[in-house]
């Protein structure tokens, strides 16, 4: 889907809201950028070496998923030969179902709107790297759950120890970034000048993106949800 207006291309993403409680894991996904367009948000995603491809290769892991976000099945799928999800999910991409965890974390925070819209593809001469492209009613909640549902497929196919990732507490985590990004980056801005040792004035607003980048090329593979 080409994009015609210019795009604001971001090095990182938020970091995860993670329960507390929780141990750091090793890193399955790696998010490499997003670029940010007047409609839609791409991010370019790597999977690890070592870490499942598909949802088939780690049914229990892709199984601590489901039991954790039931609804997802229902979401649907028309890039698949099935309508929903539920058909495919057992064996998917896994930065397919990325894209789903991601979508259902956006619905569940009521601040989206219609955010069912999403499609993900592999990248042509990039090893085990995907574009994942969806909706954008807003760059920090879509990057936010984003960046939470990396973490949720983290713990699943890192063996789903317990403490188990608290759904309700992610999304409420997420509403509240969305709500007070203005106040959080202002914050953010004026501790970063005073570790820098910066000199008395106004902060500037932190810029949560660069300008002027391209976007990120299309590979071949696509698979609409």
Not at 12 to 21: R, V
Not at 58 to 87: K, M, Q
Request: net charge negative; glycine share 8%; aromatic share 4%.
């Amino acid at each position: 889907m080409a994009v015609t207006e210019p795009v604001r291309v971001a090095r990182a993403t938020p970091a995860p809201l993670t329960p507390k409680g929780s141990t750091e894991m090793a890193q399955l996904i790696d998010i490499r950028r997003v670029a940010v367009a007047p409609q839609h948000f791409t991010a370019r995603v790597t999977i690890a070496n070592g870490g499942p491809l598909t949802t088939d290769e780690d049914l229990v892991g892709t199984t601590h998923v489901y039991n954790l976000l039931p609804d997802i099945v229902e979401h649907a799928c028309l890039g698949d030969a099935s309508e929903t999800f539920r058909d495919v999910m057992g064996a998917t991409e896994v930065a397919h179902l990325l894209e789903h965890v991601t979508i259902e974390l956006m619905a569940r925070t009521g601040l989206g709107g219609d955010v069912s819209c999403g499609r993900t593809w592999e990248v042509a001469g990039e090893p085990r790297t995907y574009d994942v492209q969806l909706a954008c009613p807003d760059d920090v909640l879509v990057s936010s759950a984003l960046s939470s549902a990396a973490w949720i497929l983290q713990w699943a196919y890192s063996g789903g120890a317990d403490p188990k990732p608290d759904v309700d507490a992610i999304v409420a985590g997420i509403r509240d970034l969305v709500q007070n990004a203005e106040q959080i980056a202002e914050r953010e801005a004026a501790r970063d000048a005073a570790e820098q040792g910066a000199p008395d004035g106004p902060d500037e607003p932190a810029a949560s993106a660069e300008d002027a980048a391209t976007p990120a090329q299309t590979g071949e593979g696509e698979l609409e949800a």
